[in-house]
């Protein structure tokens, strides 16, 4: 039995370094995307861009604008003020219009998100279908991450690449890489994020981001149901419920509390713990921040060490 565990241990290590420099492309990007909550990928790590430019190219085209003309075209002057803030903290923010955009799941919507964030070169996609208010939420939406991570430097949190020769931690990290840890991480991010910026939005600039509230209610409905997922993934569904709660209200409204998981319940209870505390009149600083991220993690089982954030 030993011999055939070293076998196995000598055969994915050589797997890994044959892999290697995709697997460094990959983890990368396992969290470089910002956006509406509960949706979940279902393609794994065979394409960590899903929810980027890659899949919607094959969905149909894209059409990028210059930034401010497209903002002007909108005609919405609390929009216009929250875009110059924004790019007063980074600048050459992209904005494109996405043709036929779907969902990450067949059932769910996904109509905008923020990728090129570990670059420092964010770009916001939104669905061409969205109607001109919808559109007005949707890129404010995502304005407001930009600005949570470059002005308040509250970053998206990915995996550490182990460094070379560290066998042990690089087998560990190679047997893990099944786990949904796009969706876990981004989940972190972006639900710590949405505590702070939906008041933010209505109290600085009077903007309603009732399209991420419609959609995080349709789709929690839809992905707490699915009882296909992995560890990662019911934790990411348990942060979900957390934000549902507060955001929305009760979870029960909306899925059966008796089918959910023991995963789903222990994340659900360490988020109250960790973030319970988060609200835009109590924006974290950044050290505050990333260790609540890592001591929620570190809670889960996962080594803080194992963690680092971007950009």
Sequence with gaps: MRNANVAQSVGALGSLKRNWKKI????????????????KSDTGDKNLNDRASFSTIKEGSIVSFKNSFYIACLDSEPLRKLFHETTSYVQNVKIEVVHNRKGCQSREEHPASTIGLVLQRPVIQIADWLGKQQRIEAIAHELAHLLLVYRSG????????????????????????????????????????????ID???????????????????????????????????????????????????????????????????????????????CFQSIPAPACYQEDILSFLEDLGYPKEDFIFFP
Aim: proline content about 1%; aromatic content about 12%; hydrophobic content about 35%.
């Design 200 to 278: 933010f939005l209505k109290q600085e600039y009077g903007i309603e981001d009732d399209l991420h509230t419609y959609l995080l209610h349709q789709n929690f409905c839809v992905s707490a149901n699915d009882e296909g997922r992995d560890k990662e993934s019911q934790y990411g569904m348990g942060l979900v419920a957390f934000e549902y709660e507060r955001l929305i209200g009760k979870i029960d409204r909306a899925i059966n509390v008796q089918h959910q998981s023991e995963l789903f319940w222990e994340a659900y209870h360490l988020a109250q713990k960790h973030f319970g505390k988060y």
């Design 24 to 39: 460094q492309i990959q983890v990368g990007q396992v969290s470089d995307c910002l956006g509406y909550s509960g949706m």
């Design 154 to 197: 509250l970053g998206v949190v990915g995996r550490r690449i182990p460094r070379p020769g560290h066998s042990e931690d690089i087998f560990r990290f190679f047997m893990s890489m099944k786990g949904d840890w796009i969706y876990l991480l981004g989940q972190v991010s972006n639900t710590v994020h949405h505590l702070i910026l």
